[in-house]
Structure formats: C-alpha cells, structure tokens
C-alpha cells in the first residue's frame, strides 16, 4: 500500500493554478524529497496532504485513509512540521509533548514512557523539565520534530524543517530524519536547499509552478536523464599524453579535462564498453589509481530537468 | 468529550497559567479584595449586620459578574487569532482533537484564570449571601446564572476570534458583551425577554422579591416568566448556534469559512422569527391605537423590519468561499450544479427564509385571533414589504459575495462598509429633496427598503417611489449576476512548464 497517494490534485488561487492536477504515488518507507523554486506549490502541495488545506479538486490518501473524508483518522498516520512554526513558549518541554500525545488520542498508559523515548530521540533529556521559553533555536525545532513523532506516525511530512538552522543543528536535524527513516517511517520533505537532501533522499519530485515535471526514485531518474556518466580518472607516473590518446581515440569519450595525473570526461557507453577502456588503459602501461564515476548530486539533476528558475 | 476536564487543551491552559506560585498570589489578591470590599461595605453600612451582608454580597456578586465577563470575553476573543498569528494553530488542527473538542477545551481553558478568581470568592460570596438572608437556592441560581453567561459571553468571543486574522481584534468579543448588556432597556418594551440577553434583569430580579423588575416579568409564548429563565434560554439556545458555527469551522482554514449549511441558516431565520413572537407580550397588543401599546399595523412592521437583520445575517452566514463557488460554476457549466446546491450563490436560500418568516407571522395572527380580529393584520401589506427586504436583501448579498470574488482585502468588511456608505447617501439625498420637491422624496429614500416600512398605503398611486425602487433592484441584481459570473468565468492560470 502506497504510504501517500495524491490523486488529480489541484489547488487554485484566485485565478491562479497554484498546484496542477498532480498525481503522485511515494511507497511505505520512502524518503520523498519535493523539490523546486519559491513558489512552485511545495508547501501548497504539503498542506494539502496534511489537510490544512481543501484542495480545489482531488484526493490526498495517507496510509489509504482520505485525508478531506476522513480527517481525524487520517491525522493518526500523519506528523507534520512546517518551516516556520513557534511553540507554547509558557509550557515545560514534556508537558508540551503530553498536551500532543494526548491530542493525537494516544493511550494513556503509554505517553509517559513515549515522552521519554521521545526526548531521548531529539536529544532533550537535559531539558526535560525545562520551560520551552528558555531553548535555542535548534532545541525548539527539535522538540518540533519530537511533536510531530510523538504519535509514531506512519507519515511525515516536513515542509522546510531546517530553514533558519544553523549548520550545527542542521546536522543534527539529519541525523534524526535518518534515524526515524531506519525506524520505517515514510518522509515527504520539502527543500529549497538541494543540498540539505543530499545523500538522504531516496525519491524526488521536482515541481515547477505548481507542475510535478519529474517524480521517482532517485537512481531511475538519474539513470534516465544521464546519456553520458562522467568518470573520473587518476595515474602515477608521466602516462598523460598516453591517457590522453587513448582516451581521445575512443568514440564514446568526450569533454576530456586532465590536470596534472588526473582527469575527467564523459562516457556514452554500456558498462562493458567501460571495462574495456579501462583494460586498453592498463595494457598502455597506464598506472590508473583509481577509476570511477563522480555520483550527480541532487542539484546537478535539479538543473538538468528544471528550466534552472532562481533558487 | 464529556469528561472536559481530561481536555488536552483544557489541561494546556491550566498548566501554563495555573502554575503553584501563580496561583498562590491570584488566590490571595482575590481574598484580599474581598477583604477591602468588605471594610468599604461596613464603613458604609453603620454597624448593621443585615445591610453590610447584603451590600457586600451585591459587590461580590456584581464584581463576579464584570470580571468573568471581561475575562471570558477578551480571552476567548483572542484565543483562535492568537494561535493563527503565532503559527501554532496549524499544529492542533492537525492532532486528532474534533472541532468540538477543541471548541470546549478554549472555552474553558482560555480564561481559566478569570474562573479561578471567581472560584477563590465563591465560598466568601456564599457564606455572606447566605448571613445578609438570601436563600441557598438562590445563591445556587445565581451561580448558573453567571456559568450560563460567562460561556456565552465566552462563545461570543471564540466565534469572533474564529473569523479574524488578528489577536486585536479580540474587542469584538467586549464588544459582543457590550451589545448583550446594552439590551436591558428592552426589559419596557413589548418584547421584555429581548432585556433577558443581559444579565442584568435576572440578577436584579433574583435577589430582591419586591423589585419592579420582579412585578413585571419577562413573557414567553404568553406566560410570565422569571428573567433567570428567559436568560438562560437566550444564553443556552444563542450558544447552541454560535456552538453550532464553531464546530463546523474551527479547523478550517480561514478563506474557507462557511458558517452554517443552507438550511441551518433557514433554521436560524425561523428560529429568530419564533423568539420574536415567543418573547412579545401580547398584553402590549391593541385592536386600535393606544398611547400604551402596540397595534397589529405597529407589530406588524416591526416584524417585517426585524426581518432586514435576521435575512441579512443569513446570507452572510451562506455566503459562499470563492473556491467551492468556482468549483460550483463549473459544475454547473456542465449541467451538474443546482441552484440550491451548498455550493452555490446564496441568494436562494434568502426565499424560504422569507417565506418562513411570513408563516410565523400568519400564525401569530391566526394564534391572536380570540383577541384581535384577523382581518385587523395587514397581512397584504406585510407580503409587499416583505417582498421589498427580500428583493433589497438579495442585492446586498449579491454584492458581498462579489465583493468576496475580487481580490480586495477583508472583502466583506469592506463591502459592508459600502452598503452602509449607498444608505447614508441616499439618506442625505433624500432629505434634500425632501426640502427641494417633496413630492419626489419617494423615489429617491425608494432606493432603500427601509421607506417600505414607512408607508402606511402600499397601493400603486400612493407608494410609487416602494414600486419604483423595487424595479430597479431587479436590473441591479440581474447586473450583480452578470458581474459574478464574469468573475467565475474568467479560466485558471496555469502557468506552462516546459520539461527539460
């Protein structure tokens, strides 16, 4: 069953088409990075499929329960944090988390003991007890990501959730959306910032006004945009001009660059055409170090399939 | 839900602001003014015990009632546009609290300090009530009646706090208790349970056995009622229907507001049109003109009149968000979209309203008719004028809900503001022409429906300037259609992505 499944979904503003007839489908256990400019419909397109907004046509199931039919049942699969948010500053940090627990319905035997596990999670143990009022910055919007987990929700949908973090508490925001992603939890986050998804994303969707142009996993996507991968090359020795020649006379080589005892170039062939260049390399008596293909980030793909809107 | 005090909200409120030191020294500023009140009461009462009892319970009690009210009002007024403005309402309306559940929580919870300070005097007020000769029951009535009033003063606030952007906004909630305390004068009127709205008649009459206000009771379908009933009444079932819109709306986002289902709103317009017969005195009714009542003619118009607010506020509570009308117009396009759709403009609902509101005012002829003839109602003339608000009131919401199409700031407010600015002008004009050729006036004060209420004889010759204003809206609203539906016409944006 499809974690989140967004049917013909459209938003309309006014006269303005802010999200078009999207139709995405992300898989139990994904991390599902939206990704687009200021103002392709992102954060329209994720409260929508959190329900804090009707859409003007279409459906939004998560975990198979539709969000607008309903609401109340489908809240128990969905946590959600947004870019911006404050918390109730006059409450200490687990009475914020209790006054959650218990408006998710929670058992009530299980909330004290899911409000330690909780801030042991986002790593607050030190401010159990402390008024909210008095955390920093990275603190607060930890504790938000332990609002929005504390119900153990199926869904997360996170819109923005590092923007306005330091680097440090950006870290730290990662390495617990890794670790809530090894705990089974599907994530759909929103960026702007290409490479705060880097490395963690394991789909993308790329919206540009308010169109999804590309939606799939990361490694299908980049497979099928890429004619050429682009590998990377280094020797010993003063093999240069060899490394060059036999590169050169290659026909599915281009865009060579050397640079002292390495180099960089495109290949347009299968995976044994590569292995054979390799081996025409070493039969030179080319000393190859290492030969390997530089990874596309999520930003190089983003230019790629975007018509490059300012980011 | 009905274990409220387990309210997630409920207990947020009253851990935030109820923590042990805090409420430790609201606990003893409450006792210590109660203290001063009672020296200040002595002082005044020259050593009698009886009148020092009873003074300083009236004080406690009237100070109850001004802080409770204060409190509910500008807590509960600030409560939904605080949350919206600090960012954190998005965050509740995504928890798994119902509407409902969320509604009592914010009742209770947020002025649960004011409740506090009215609690911390309680055993003081009941233990001086009980000295100065006022008996438990009516101590114990008086305390209902003050629940009663701080929740309804309390929904008065949340719903307005409902439908604004802004936490300063929350005087709309003093301002809902102004106008409840401002209907006292009401308690000499014919209709003396509209005086029930405010407390004050039922406080009165409650404590004092040989007051005026207990010598003249409050009726209720005929029947002399106390105004503590009456009261309670008008709080229970008003705070059902304001009870009734927060629920269908507190989790929705703000530009998708819709107040009541079309028939609820019906519901609301007979349900005014039946307190308005059920609070009128018919004592105060007279077959022909006296200088100490009403007759039908009077009764008459007024209920017609009462009716220009009650329509109003019924396509205000239809009025319909741009996006599900856009939806509907295109639905429509396509043969699907009725014309009493939920969905669709709210102009037709405004007709079983008016058609309802003549119904109650037949009955009420047919129910008087052992006292006043029936053919003393000028039941024909009441259908014209009736007709008039109608048309009028249709127009009006034609243009708010344009208004409400466009892309104008606080759409409705400002609408509103241009129908009051049309009603004074015509009004400015009309008095001029009133002094420059009389015999014109008609026409031009016509161009509102309050003129129809003014004229006694609505035949042809003598009411032109009704009949001639009344023509004119058709065109107007014919115009305002026109208008609406160029707006849901215009086609979507969609901007265009070329994918790489």
């Given at each position: 069953?499809?974690?989140?499944?967004?049917?013909?979904?459209?938003?309309?503003?006014?006269?303005?088409?802010?999200?078009?007839?999207?139709?995405?489908?992300?898989?139990?256990?994904?991390?599902?990075?939206?990704?687009?400019?200021?103002?392709?419909?992102?954060?329209?397109?994720?409260?929508?499929?959190?329900?804090?907004?009707?859409?003007?046509?279409?459906?939004?199931?998560?975990?198979?329960?539709?969000?607008?039919?309903?609401?109340?049942?489908?809240?128990e699969?969905?946590g959600?944090?947004?870019?911006?948010?404050?918390?109730?500053?006059?409450l200490k940090v687990w009475e914020y988390l209790d006054y959650f627990a218990h408006a998710y319905k929670m058992p009530e035997r299980e909330i004290p003991a899911r409000i330690d596990e909780v801030i042991q999670e986002v790593?607050l143990?030190?401010?159990h007890d402390?008024?909210?009022?008095?955390?920093?910055?990275?603190?607060?919007?930890?504790l938000?990501?332990g609002r929005a987990i504390i119900h153990r929700p199926?869904?997360?949908?996170?819109?923005?959730?590092?923007?306005?973090?330091?680097?440090?508490?950006?870290?730290?925001?990662?390495?617990?959306?890794?670790?809530?992603?090894?705990?089974?939890?599907?994530?759909?986050?929103?960026?702007?910032?290409?490479?705060?998804?880097?490395?963690?994303?394991?789909?993308?969707?790329?919206?540009?006004?308010?169109?999804?142009?590309?939606?799939?996993?990361?490694?299908?996507?980049?497979?099928?945009?890429?004619?050429?991968?682009?590998?990377?090359?280094?020797?010993?020795?003063?093999?240069?001009?060899?490394?060059?020649?036999?590169?050169?006379?290659?026909?599915?080589?281009?865009?060579?660059?050397?640079?002292?005892?390495?180099?960089?170039?495109?290949?347009?062939?299968?995976?044994?055409?590569?292995?054979?260049?390799?081996?025409?390399?070493?039969?030179?008596?080319?000393?190859?170090?290492?030969?390997?293909?530089?990874?596309?980030?999520?930003?190089?793909?983003?230019?790629?399939?975007?018509?490059?809107?300012?980011? | 839900?009905?274990q409220?005090w387990r309210n997630p909200e409920l207990v947020r409120?009253?851990r935030?602001?109820?923590?042990?030191?805090?409420?430790?020294?609201?606990?003893?500023?409450?006792?210590?003014?109660?203290?001063?009140?009672?020296?200040?009461?002595?002082?005044?009462?020259?050593?009698?015990?009886?009148?020092?009892?009873?003074?300083?319970?009236?004080?406690?009690?009237?100070?109850?009632?001004?802080?409770?009210?204060?409190?509910?009002?500008?807590?509960?007024?600030?409560?939904?546009?605080?949350?919206?403005?600090?960012?954190?309402?998005?965050?509740?309306?995504?928890t798994r609290l119902?509407?409902?559940?969320?509604?009592?929580?914010?009742?209770?919870?947020?002025?649960?300090?004011?409740?506090?300070?009215?609690?911390?005097?309680?055993?003081?007020?009941?233990?001086?009530?009980?000295?100065?000769?006022?008996?438990?029951?009516?101590?114990?009535?008086?305390?209902?009646?003050?629940?009663?009033?701080?929740?309804?003063?309390?929904?008065?606030?949340?719903?307005?706090?409902?439908?604004?952007?802004?936490?300063?906004?929350?005087?709309?909630?003093?301002?809902?208790?102004?106008?409840?305390?401002?209907?006292?004068?009401?308690?000499?009127?014919?209709?003396?349970?509209?005086?029930?709205?405010?407390?004050?008649?039922?406080?009165?009459?409650?404590?004092?056995?040989?007051?005026?206000?207990?010598?003249?009771?409050?009726?209720?379908?005929?029947?002399?009622?106390?105004?503590?009933?009456?009261?309670?009444?008008?709080?229970?079932?008003?705070?059902?229907?304001?009870?009734?819109?927060?629920?269908?709306?507190?989790?929705?986002?703000?530009?998708?507001?819709?107040?009541?289902?079309?028939?609820?709103?019906?519901?609301?317009?007979?349900?005014?049109?039946?307190?308005?017969?059920?609070?009128?005195?018919?004592?105060?009714?007279?077959?022909?003109?006296?200088?100490?009542?009403?007759?039908?003619?009077?009764?008459?118009?007024?209920?017609?009149?009462?009716?220009?607010?009650?329509?109003?506020?019924?396509?205000?509570?239809?009025?319909?968000?741009?996006?599900?009308?856009?939806?509907?117009?295109?639905?429509?396009?396509?043969?699907?979209?009725?014309?009493?759709?939920?969905?669709?403009?709210?102009?037709?609902?405004?007709?079983?309203?008016?058609?309802?509101?003549?119904?109650?005012?037949?009955?009420?002829?047919?129910?008087?008719?052992?006292?006043?003839?029936?053919?003393?109602?000028?039941?024909?003339?009441?259908?014209?004028?009736?007709?008039?608000?109608?048309?009028?009131?249709?127009?009006?919401?034609?243009?708010?809900?344009?208004?409400?199409?466009?892309?104008?700031?606080?759409?409705?407010?400002?609408?509103?503001?241009?129908?009051?600015?049309?009603?004074?002008?015509?009004?400015?004009?009309?008095?001029?022409?009133?002094?420059?050729?009389?015999?014109?006036?008609?026409?031009?004060?016509?161009?509102?429906?309050?003129?129809?209420?003014?004229?006694?004889?609505?035949?042809?010759?003598?009411?032109?300037?009704?009949?001639?204003?009344?023509?004119?809206?058709?065109?107007?609203?014919?115009?305002?259609?026109?208008?609406?539906?160029?707006?849901?016409?215009?086609?979507?944006?969609?901007?265009?992505?070329?994918?790489?």
């Open positions: 069953m499809a974690a989140i499944q967004m049917e013909r979904l459209r938003k309309e503003y006014d006269e303005l088409v802010a999200v078009a007839d999207m139709d995405v489908t992300i898989p139990e256990g994904e991390i599902y990075g939206l990704i687009g400019p200021n103002g392709a419909g992102k954060t329209t397109t994720i409260r929508m499929a959190c329900g804090l907004l009707d859409p003007t046509a279409g459906d939004v199931f998560v975990s198979g329960v539709n969000v607008y039919r309903e609401p109340e049942r489908a809240q699969f969905i959600y944090l947004s870019d911006f948010f404050s918390l109730y500053e006059d790593g143990e030190v401010k402390a008024m909210i009022k008095g955390l920093s910055r990275g603190m607060k919007q930890r938000g990501i199926k869904v997360l949908l996170l819109d923005e959730p590092a923007s306005g973090l330091d680097p440090k508490a950006r870290l730290d925001l990662r390495n617990l959306l890794k670790s809530l992603r090894d705990q089974g939890a599907t994530i759909l986050i929103s960026s702007h910032i290409l490479s705060e998804l880097e490395g963690f994303c394991t789909s993308i969707g790329l919206m540009e006004k308010g169109h999804m142009v590309r939606s799939g996993k990361l490694e299908d996507i980049t497979a099928s945009e890429s004619q050429f991968r682009v590998m990377k090359l280094s020797w010993i020795g003063d093999s240069t001009a060899v490394v060059e020649a036999r590169l050169r006379s290659n026909d599915k080589v281009s865009g060579l660059m050397t640079k002292g005892s390495e180099g960089v170039f495109k290949f347009a062939g299968s995976e044994e055409e590569l292995a054979n260049l390799l081996n025409e390399l070493v039969t030179s008596g080319v000393r190859v170090v290492s030969f390997g293909e530089v990874k596309q980030t999520v930003e190089d793909l983003y230019l790629k399939l975007s018509r490059h809107e300012v980011m | 839900m009905l409220f409120h009253v935030a602001e109820m923590r042990p030191a805090r409420a430790l020294t609201v606990g003893m500023t409450t006792v210590v003014v109660c203290v001063l009140v009672g020296l200040m009461c002595w002082s005044s009462a020259e050593g009698k015990p009886q009148p020092f009892f009873q003074t300083f319970y009236a004080w406690l009690t009237g100070l109850q009632y001004v802080v409770l009210g204060f409190w509910c009002a500008s807590t509960c007024g600030q409560a939904i546009a605080r949350e919206r403005e600090m960012k954190t309402y998005d965050f509740l309306r995504t119902s509407s409902a559940e969320l509604m009592v929580g914010k009742l209770l919870g947020a002025p649960i300090l004011g409740y506090f300070i009215v609690a911390c005097s309680l055993p003081v007020t009941f233990i001086v009530g009980a000295l100065g000769g006022f008996r438990v029951l009516v101590l114990l009535e008086n305390w209902v009646l003050l629940l009663a009033f701080s929740l309804f003063v309390g929904l008065m606030g949340l719903w307005g706090s409902m439908l604004v952007e802004k936490s300063s906004y929350g005087a709309m909630g003093i301002l809902g208790l102004a106008i409840s305390t401002s209907m006292f004068p009401y308690v000499q009127s014919p209709f003396p349970g509209f005086a029930g709205f405010s407390v004050l008649p039922a406080v009165l009459s409650l404590h004092s056995a040989n007051n005026w206000l207990t010598k003249t009771p409050a009726t209720l379908f005929g029947l002399q009622v106390p105004f503590l009933v009456v009261s309670l009444l008008l709080f229970v079932t008003f705070g059902a229907w304001l009870a009734l819109m927060l629920t269908r709306n507190l989790k929705k986002d703000l530009q998708q507001l819709s107040l009541l289902s079309r028939w609820q709103a019906v519901g609301l317009g007979a349900y005014c049109n039946l307190l308005f017969y059920a609070l009128l005195n018919p004592e105060s009714l007279y077959a022909k003109p006296t200088w100490q009542g009403m007759t039908p003619d009077e009764l008459t118009r007024l209920a017609v009149g009462f009716n220009l607010p009650v329509l109003l506020l019924v396509g205000l509570a239809t009025l319909t968000p741009y996006e599900k009308l856009k939806v509907w117009w295109r639905q429509r396009s396509v043969g699907e979209g009725s014309y009493f759709s939920p969905q669709g403009l709210p102009w037709p609902w405004l007709l079983p309203t008016a058609a309802l509101a003549y119904a109650f005012l037949v009955a009420e002829a047919a129910g008087l008719r052992a006292s006043i003839p029936f053919r003393a109602w000028p039941l024909g003339s009441a259908a014209i004028q009736l007709l008039t608000l109608l048309v009028f009131t249709t127009r009006d919401i034609l243009f708010l809900q344009w208004c409400n199409l466009t892309r104008m700031k606080k759409p409705i407010i400002k609408g509103i503001l241009f129908l009051l600015l049309y009603v004074a002008a015509v009004g400015i004009t009309g008095v001029v022409v009133e002094i420059v050729k009389p015999s014109a006036e008609g026409f031009v004060f016509g161009l509102t429906p309050y003129y129809a209420l003014t004229v006694s004889d609505l035949s042809w010759h003598t009411a032109a300037g009704v009949y001639f204003g009344l023509a004119l809206q058709v065109p107007i609203i014919a115009l305002l259609l026109h208008f609406i539906s160029g707006r849901l016409s215009r086609p979507a944006l969609i901007p265009v992505v070329a994918t790489a």
